[in-house]
């Protein structure tokens, strides 16, 4: 895919882009085959992201969820690549892909339940192989290698696709990874979130290569660069590298590592305190490229888009959160004992010990809390 010049965005240097800042299309790019329903359908997922994602930092900030992890800024790099996305394709997650779990219809429930700590909300949506929830850094990639290769081996025919951040290219196991999906040309998608920040480290602390995409070409397939915060690029860039993954007959190798250069316009988690590390006027200057007024613009170019339907989505939006919220905190709690399910197939007798030990302790203390000295 040959990637248009840039002129104005010195920040985002080269990457692939369809729409400029104020929703027009750039000279020399091609808009997606979408038709109109699927353009606001997209557009209409990362409204509902971005709501999802305000009201769930809410909920952590009032003692009703544990951490959580802010993905506004995302909108467009989650959604326009799980938009690509074919039903028998594999996600394997990092920790900020509420969106993309979203778009492959896990409900607002269950990720709302995964981050109030219950186990029950790691479950796929019926029928998806998708993989739960990451957090250890990098740890997916091999995950998704495995996964892939995995895959070509029992001749399923779909590809895979893995997310992390530019901070997990700086761990081993993004190197092994890509090493060995290089070497067995498997059918998997890097798809590496560059929001210029790893918790409060910089891109430049990351590497000294000129990009993240470069680093593909060390282990003998392609990569490329995108606009992250451009839903309809990340879109034809991801569809790209899925259908060279699964074209089993192709004479180029079928990896690829997308970096998507985008921002996180919020914390880290609710954890982290973005301002003692990073110049507010540096998030005023990313606001530019926001992915939702950006889309916006462009539907309403075309006549897709107007006061009334924006209105209306917002209310649908709101409704869906809502109802997800009551659902989730009206669960009954999780038994105990979940946190020792779901790991081995045969627990191991440590594991056996430390759930004995826990069922003792709370056999001691009763419900109300109270904790003998």
């Known amino acids: 895919m040959s990637l248009p010049s840039n002129a104005g965005s010195p920040r985002l240097g080269d990457p692939y882009r369809v729409l400029d800042p104020d929703g027009s299309v750039v000279d020399g790019a091609e808009v997606p085959a979408l038709d109109d329903d699927e353009l606001l359908s997209m557009y209409r997922d990362m409204r509902l992201a971005r709501r999802f994602d305000r009201r769930a930092v809410t909920l952590q900030r009032g003692g009703r969820m544990g951490t959580y992890p802010p993905l506004e800024g995302e909108e467009a790099a989650q959604v326009g690549s799980a938009h690509a996305l074919a039903t028998d394709d594999v996600v394997v997650p990092s920790f900020r892909e509420h969106a993309v779990a979203m778009v492959r219809g896990k409900s607002l429930a269950r990720i709302l339940r995964y981050w109030m700590g219950d186990e029950r909300g790691t479950a796929p949506p019926e029928g998806s192989d998708d993989f739960l929830p990451n957090v250890p850094v990098g740890t997916v990639v091999p995950h998704a290698v495995g996964a892939a290769w995995a895959s070509e081996y029992l001749g399923e025919g779909g590809a895979t696709i893995t997310y992390f951040g530019e901070g997990a290219t700086s761990e081993g196991d993004f190197h092994e990874g890509a090493n060995f999906a290089g070497v067995f040309d498997l059918p998997v998608v890097f798809f590496c ?151 081995y197939d045969r627990m191991p007798a440590a594991l056996r010990d430390q759930r004995e030990e826990l069922r003792a302790f709370l056999e001691r203390h009763p419900e109300d809390g109270s904790v003998e000295e």
């Open 193 to 343: 979130n560059n929001n210029q920040w790893a918790i409060s480290v910089p891109q430049r602390g990351q590497t000294a290569s000129e990009t993240f995409a470069v680093k593909a070409r060390a282990y003998g397939f392609e990569g490329v660069r995108v606009d992250g915060m451009d839903p309809l690029a990340t879109y034809a860039v991801t569809k790209d590298a899925l259908e060279r993954a699964r074209d089993a007959d192709s004479v180029d190798p079928r990896p690829t590592l997308i970096e998507a250069v985008e921002y996180r316009f919020g914390a880290h988690t609710t954890a982290d305190d973005p301002s003692r590390y990073r110049d507010e006027v540096e998030v005023a200057e990313w606001r530019a490229f926001d992915p939702l007024p950006r889309m916006a613009k462009f539907l309403r170019g075309r006549g897709l888009l107007d006061d009334e339907t924006d209105d209306a989505i917002e209310a649908e939006v709101d409704e869906r959160i809502d109802a997800a919220i009551a659902a989730a905190e009206d669960v009954p709690p999780p038994d105990p004992d979940d946190v020792f399910e779901y790991v």
